[in-house]
């Protein structure tokens, strides 16, 4: 079946420490977007790219890091620059060039820092 | 800039009862507006998009609208079940492909 696959599930990361969150998609799409959202909030824009080797910031892309080497894949990296990284994770994908593309999304990371 | 808002951020009905769900957004020039559905501690689920062409869309039970020069579009849930309890979340697309979230509304529908 086809899909989004995020890994892992959940993540704790200590003091100065960088991490990253892996996604998969095999749909074929050609954007991918990471997401982060905390309780009482909605979902904001870290990352996003539409082709392969190229991305844009989004809203909140302060302490983070993409790369977009293959279609398939969009590793996000939280660095020790990012100061309150604990959140979940959300990682997404679509086609583009049509408003008749939708999004669809991975089951997410949780991440906390311990 | 896109300002999405979802109103009100929780609701609890008993169940059998219609859900209607508000989403309002401040720039009309949109490509199409899509609804998640969001259990806890779990991803984002699509139910409905709308293209910007459209005033609705139903799947089953579900009703979307769309009405672009008010800004506003609702989701109806006929006939509620405790499983349709979560969080439901409406997202506007823009050029880009970029996508705009509310804030979302937290259901809850009682046995």
């Known amino acids: 079946d086809g899909g989004i696959t995020q890994s892992p599930k959940y993540l704790f990361r200590k003091e100065g420490q960088n991490v990253t969150l892996s996604c998969e998609q095999n749909?074929?799409?050609?954007?991918m977007y990471w997401y982060r959202q905390d309780p009482g909030q909605g979902l904001r824009l870290i990352y996003y790219?539409?082709?392969?080797?190229?991305?844009q910031k989004g809203d909140i892309a302060e302490g983070y890091s993409v790369s977009r080497e293959k279609k398939e894949s969009f590793p996000l990296t939280v660095t020790s620059a990012q100061k309150n990284p604990t959140a979940f994770y959300l990682c997404?994908?679509?086609?583009?060039?049509?408003?008749?593309?939708?999004?669809?999304f991975g089951s997410g990371t949780r991440l906390t820092v311990v | 800039k896109q300002e999405v808002t979802q109103i009100p951020a929780a609701l609890s009905v008993p169940e059998g009862e219609n859900l209607v769900l508000n989403c309002s957004f401040t720039?009309?020039?949109?490509?199409?507006l899509q609804w998640f559905r969001q259990d806890p501690g779990k991803g984002l689920t699509s139910l409905l998009l709308?293209?910007?062409?459209?005033r609705e869309q139903t799947s089953g039970r579900l009703n979307a609208s769309l009405d672009k020069s008010s800004g506003r579009s609702t989701l109806y849930i006929a006939a509620s079940q405790p499983g349709d309890s979560a969080t439901y979340l409406c997202?506007?697309?823009?050029?880009?492909?970029?996508?705009?979230f509310g804030g979302g509304t937290r259901v809850l529908v009682k046995p």
């Open positions: 709308i293209q910007s062409s459209q």
């Open positions: 997404a994908s679509s086609f583009v060039g049509g408003s008749n593309y939708g999004y669809t």
């Open positions: 997202a506007v697309g823009a050029a880009g492909n970029k996508l705009t």
């Open positions: 720039d009309s020039a949109i490509y199409n």
């Open positions: 749909l074929n799409h050609d954007a």
């Open positions: 790219s539409q082709i392969v080797n190229d991305f």
